[in-house]
């Protein structure tokens, strides 16, 4: 993982193994208040680091990938990371490969100031994703997550399910910590945007082909195909993952298919297009407290659609399209009868485009667009004989039908001068549902020295309400039709240094004030309904502390800490969130790669929920053979919990003990 700013590990490699690290840096790597920026290196304080070493271009790309030198999820179109006011996390196809992660929210568990509250932690798990500690009575829906440029949140309950994404597919996840608002919209945690490979660039096509099996009969298969035999270049890929549960048979089984087709038919003219599908299915096991067994049946599939045309040099006409259709299928029975207790079946469809008009000079980049997009909810309810009976008396099914139309205009500019980059934006979304919202955002950045960048940022934000609130539908929930957006006010400053030339720190400081605060009230004149009301404020307060050492003998460290502290008008106690991350890796960048990164989380969680928090430490190992002239082979071995410990936020669903899987990956 790295953060907006440039690895320096690649930079240094013969003059870093004959110096000494200073013990300033150990000492700051070695207390458990920095523990774990495993990946995230500072980039946009390193690049005058970089620029010194490496006077051209070719020279600098030596150590880095060119993509690895911009993002594009701050404005929505790549700018130099050393621009970048938002407090951006990004992680790597290649960091992604070390960890031998199978799911997304396996891979943003790594990320400091991300919380990942996984639903039954198992093999490939599923979980709810939270930002800078976004999580009172809100579940994941303040967090809008994009792949492919397609919104992953759902209708029903704005929730975002990435565990039909295949990991394999991605090229890099780029995480906006904080309110994006002004350029995403609905965003008021954060933005999750998942970028995937590209197609191929060689007329004879290339291939990546990998296997893994573990305990319990846990397997995950994945293939890719790749290349260009002329003007249009293709991407293909196909996994399946199964598992018969690592603890208390929780079974899980997925398909996912992905396909993207690239087309140049002129010089200034690209045409992009790609679909996915997936479906999963996992059994919830054993609960030990409860006696119901549940399930869940979802199917995901959507297509998308793209150009681009270079007006002239310094100016483009971007657009494009989507389609995503989500059903999920959600049951929980009696275990000893197989009676139903409850089920509820979505068809979720989402449609939409957008246009945007980009001017890059020297000193201005422009980025001017607008969007729209169409949904429909199709959401069942069925009761068994449980809740047909007194006192809750409902009818053995019910059926809602929401629909939602939208649009949205935005803008923003990156200013430079000189050492100082300034980016405004500002972005207006119209809801028929939820009615209209202005998101205005002010950020900077600014070069203070050789090795230093500080950045601050201030932004209005907003999180649209579930149509399952405002429309009805959901498990005993009233309509409720004069629910509002959640809106905050966010402000966040950092800082970027090179310690020494062997150590980076980035430290940043954020507050978020919050209001209209959506929580859920039961109905006095009918029990047990809920109705979704807004609430009042929400404070959150906090940072985040994130380091990495460049190489020494092959060997980095990197520690993270992050903390916030939410108070809320609807809760009677303020509740204290923080995480530690600590990791160590060996890479010779040539054979062989060995990792071991461990998480803390402590979500302070009320005593009934007999939360366990620990470090849960992982160790993966590469050992890489050139198996042919044309093939290379990848052994892979993951040891997962090394230290067999208990770490989990409900006793409900305790999470697996030390299990092992080993692998192979062949690429030719």
Same mark, same amino acid.
């Given at each position: ?417 000189? $050492? ?189 929920? $007999? ?58």
């Amino acid at each position: 993982m790295r953060n907006a700013s440039c690895r320096i590990r690649h930079h240094v490699q013969g003059s870093l193994r004959k110096a000494v690290l200073p013990l300033s840096a150990l000492l700051l790597i070695i207390i458990p208040v920095c523990v774990d920026s495993a990946d995230h290196a500072v980039k946009p304080a390193m690049q005058d680091i970089q620029l010194a070493a490496a006077t051209t271009k070719e020279e600098l790309l030596l150590f880095w990938e060119e993509k690895d030198l911009y993002v594009q999820s701050a404005t929505r179109h790549p700018k130099p990371i050393s621009r970048a006011a938002e407090n951006i996390a990004v992680v790597t196809a290649k960091e992604i490969e070390e960890m031998n992660a199978h799911s997304v929210e396996e891979i943003l568990n790594r990320v400091p100031g991300v919380y990942v509250d996984f639903q039954g932690q198992d093999f490939s798990p599923v979980g709810l994703i939270h930002i800078q500690g976004s999580i009172q009575s809100a579940e994941d829906r303040h967090v809008a997550v994009y792949l492919d440029g397609v919104p992953m949140n759902n209708l029903s309950g704005g929730t975002a399910v990435t565990t039909m994404i295949p990991v394999r597919i991605i090229d890099r996840i780029e995480i906006v910590k904080g309110p994006a608002s002004s350029t995403w919209g609905s965003a008021l945690g954060g933005v999750v945007n998942i970028i995937t490979k590209d197609q191929g660039v060689t007329r004879t096509p290339k291939a990546t082909v990998s296997a893994s099996y573990g305990e319990k009969n846990s397997q995950d298969y994945n293939g890719e195909l790749f290349g260009r035999p002329g003007s249009a270049g293709y991407y293909l890929f196909a996994g399946w993952q199964d598992s018969d549960g690592l603890r208390d048979h929780r079974a899980t089984e997925k398909n996912r298919a992905y396909a993207k087709v690239g087309v140049t038919p002129s010089r200034d003219l690209d045409l992009l297009f790609s679909a996915g599908y997936g479906d999963h299915f996992s059994d919830s096991g054993d609960n030990p407290v409860m006696p119901t067994r549940s399930g869940i049946d979802l199917s995901v599939l959507f297509a998308t659609g793209s150009f681009n045309y270079r007006v002239s040099p310094r100016m483009s006409l971007k657009g494009a399209l989507h389609y995503i259709r989500q059903k999920f299928d959600s049951s929980s029975f009696v275990p000893a009868t197989d009676q139903l207790r409850r089920e509820t079946i979505t068809d979720d469809r989402t449609s939409g485009g957008n246009l945007k008009l980009v001017h890059a000079g020297d000193r201005h980049t422009v980025v001017a667009g607008a969007e729209f997009g169409h949904g429909t909810l199709q959401q069942t309810i069925r009761y068994g004989p449980q809740y047909q009976s007194p006192p809750y008396n409902q009818p053995s099914s019910t059926f809602v039908e929401p629909r939602v139309d939208k649009w949205a205009l935005f803008v923003n500019d990156t200013i430079v001068a000189g $050492r100082l980059a300034v980016t405004p934006g500002v972005r207006l979304d119209r809801n028929n549902v939820s009615g209209t919202f202005l998101s205005p955002s002010m950020g900077a950045t600014f070069s203070l020295g050789e090795h230093t960048v500080a950045r601050a940022s201030v932004a209005r934000g907003f999180t649209a309400p579930p149509l399952v609130f405002i429309l009805g539908g959901g498990f005993f929930i009233e309509p409720n039709p004069a629910l509002e957006p959640e809106r905050v006010w966010s402000y966040q400053a950092g800082l970027e240094s090179a310690v020494t030339e062997h150590a980076n720190v980035k430290v940043t400081l954020f507050r978020h004030e919050s209001t209209k605060e959506i929580v859920t009230e039961r109905v006095a004149s009918r029990p047990p309904f809920k109705v979704a009301v807004n609430s009042g404020e929400v404070t959150r307060n906090g940072y985040e502390i994130e380091t990495e050492t460049a190489p020494f003998y092959n060997i980095s460290l990197k520690a993270a800490h992050a903390y916030v502290r939410v108070e809320s008008d609807s809760t009677r106690d303020p509740r204290t969130i923080y995480s530690f991350h600590a990791g160590v890796m060996y890479d010779d960048r040539k054979h062989r790669t060995a990792q071991l990164a461990g998480t803390y989380v402590n979500w302070d969680e009320p005593a009934d929920s $007999r939360a366990v928090y620990a470090f849960l430490w992982d160790f993966n190992f590469i050992e890489r053979i050139r198996a042919a002239e044309r093939t290379n082979m990848d052994l892979f071995l993951t040891v997962h919990n090394v230290t067999n410990s208990d770490a989990y936020s409900l006793y409900v669903f305790p999470n697996p003990g030390r299990w092992v899987e080993a692998g192979l990956r062949l690429r030719f």
